[in-house]
């Protein structure tokens, strides 16, 4: 009768072990999808490293957050689909959160596509650098306006336009305009300063989760973890899985 009982107790002892061990893997295995996906920053030709806020191609909207959708022209630059259109971008600072954009088409070249997009950029998410000033640009204007007859230009627009560019204006810059190098200061780099979550993505990569969004709720940020989203880091008071050694 003991032998019997030591023999049940082996096998309840046995069969419970192997379902603990089958249960750990499956626990740490089930690792959510979206956090799968954005854990890995991805690269546009000479631009590496490239994770939140910025999204496009082949990475999905969640990785990032709305304002911020590059696409990759000819695998050599991301272009910004959306703000500053027309532009492509050199750098990105992550730490700063500066990025250095450029004209993928030059001036005079991009004339008329500047008067056709214009440049306009939510200022909530953006700002320039304080070397940057918009620079005002007539066409078909009528009145006398001071201005130097070598930065007069030609372009192919309907009817009377006004618009305002981003350009460089240090002591280099206003020389060219002053000398009527209006082509060489529209065609300098930009630095345009970028606001997205700083801190509350700072505390979500300390937890060891992963910056993301939800954009059908009123908090975009979300903290993308290993078993689910949370809004800012893994709660605390519950185990994470993410600190254990």
């Known amino acids: ?21 089958i249960a750990i893997p499956l626990c740490f295995s089930a690792d959510d999808d979206r956090y799968l996906t954005c854990r890995t920053p991805y690269s546009c030709g ?23 959708q590059l696409g990759c022209q000819d695998n050599q630059f991301p272009t910004l689909r959306s703000g500053f259109k027309g532009f492509n971008v050199s750098r ?6 500066l990025m250095t954009i450029f004209r993928n088409v030059l001036f005079p070249s ?3 596509q500047l008067f056709r997009e214009m440049i306009a950029f939510n200022e909530t998410l953006f700002s320039y650098g304080q070397e940057v000033r918009n620079l005002s640009l007539f066409y078909d204007c009528s009145g ?24 460089v204006l240090n002591d280099l810059d206003e020389n060219r305009l002053v000398a009527g190098q209006l082509e060489e200061a529209l065609n300098e780099d930009v630095n345009v300063k970028y606001n997205a979550d700083s801190e509350s993505c700072s505390s979500c990569m300390n937890s060891q989760g992963v910056c993301g ?19 800012q880091t893994y709660p605390e008071g519950e185990d994470n899985p993410f600190t254990q050694t």
């Open 1 to 21: 009768m003991k032998v019997n009982l030591f023999q049940s107790l082996i096998l309840h002892f046995i069969i419970t072990a192997f379902c603990i061990l």
């Open 46 to 68: 000479v631009v590496g490293d490239i994770d939140y806020p910025f999204w496009g191609d082949d990475r999905s909207p969640y990785c990032g957050r709305k304002g911020f």
């Open 92 to 97: 990105i600072n992550r730490k700063l959160q």
């Open 110 to 112: 991009s004339c008329s």
């Open 144 to 167: 006398n306006l001071s201005q130097s007859d070598e930065n007069k230009f030609t372009c192919h627009v309907d009817g009377n336009e006004v618009i305002r560019v981003p350009i």
């Open 213 to 231: 969004s939800n954009s059908s709720n009123s908090t975009p940020f979300l903290c993308l973890c290993r078993d689910r989203p949370h809004d």
